[in-house]
């Protein structure tokens, strides 16, 4: 078996939005639409005063690498400060809550291990454009 290089350039993936009252969407990076992989790794973007729904998995662990901007992080009745360089692990079960704490956008890298059809969930969302700035930190030429 050959071992496979899979590249992908975050400007030019597809971003969706999970539903029309989300605050975050999500640039897939890589998924199971890769042979034999089973988690899901995202850019995920909070507009400002942004955060995602309640929510848990059951069996996957998720980790947050914050990329740009200011956040806080709630999970089972605890919140931390997550600012840039900020890596954070959630274990499965525990319900959580991501929100954009700081006057701009907050940009993690988001991956799930396993996907839990968390990819799945992303893909059948509504597309969203990606503005200037997203295009800006996603390749690398952000100021």
């Known amino acids: 078996m050959n071992?496979?290089?899979?590249?992908?350039?975050?400007?030019?993936?597809?971003?969706?939005r999970i539903s029309a009252q989300d605050t975050n969407y999500f640039?897939?990076?890589?998924?199971?639409?890769?042979?034999?992989?089973?988690h899901v790794c995202v850019v995920e973007i909070f507009e400002p005063g942004g955060k995602t729904?309640?929510?848990?998995h059951k069996a996957a662990f998720e980790f947050?690498?914050?990329?740009?901007?200011?956040?806080?992080?709630?999970c089972d009745g605890s919140t931390i400060?997550?600012?840039?360089g900020s890596a954070m692990l959630l274990p499965p079960g525990g319900e959580h809550v991501i929100e954009n704490s700081g006057p701009g956008k907050l940009y993690t890298l988001t991956v799930m291990t396993p996907?839990?059809?968390?990819?799945?969930?992303i893909r059948s969302g509504i597309p969203v454009e990606l503005d200037a700035d997203d295009i800006a930190l996603l390749s690398g030429s952000a100021k």
Do not use: C, W
């Open 53 to 56: 729904p309640p929510n848990s």
């Open 115 to 121: 996907d839990e059809q968390f990819s799945d969930l």
């Open 27 to 38: 640039v897939i990076l890589h998924d199971k639409a890769v042979p034999g992989f089973e």
């Open 64 to 74: 947050f690498y914050v990329l740009e901007g200011e956040g806080k992080a709630s």
């Open 81 to 84: 400060a997550l600012t840039r």
């Open 3 to 16: 071992p496979a290089l899979y590249l992908s350039q975050a400007a030019h993936m597809p971003a969706f």
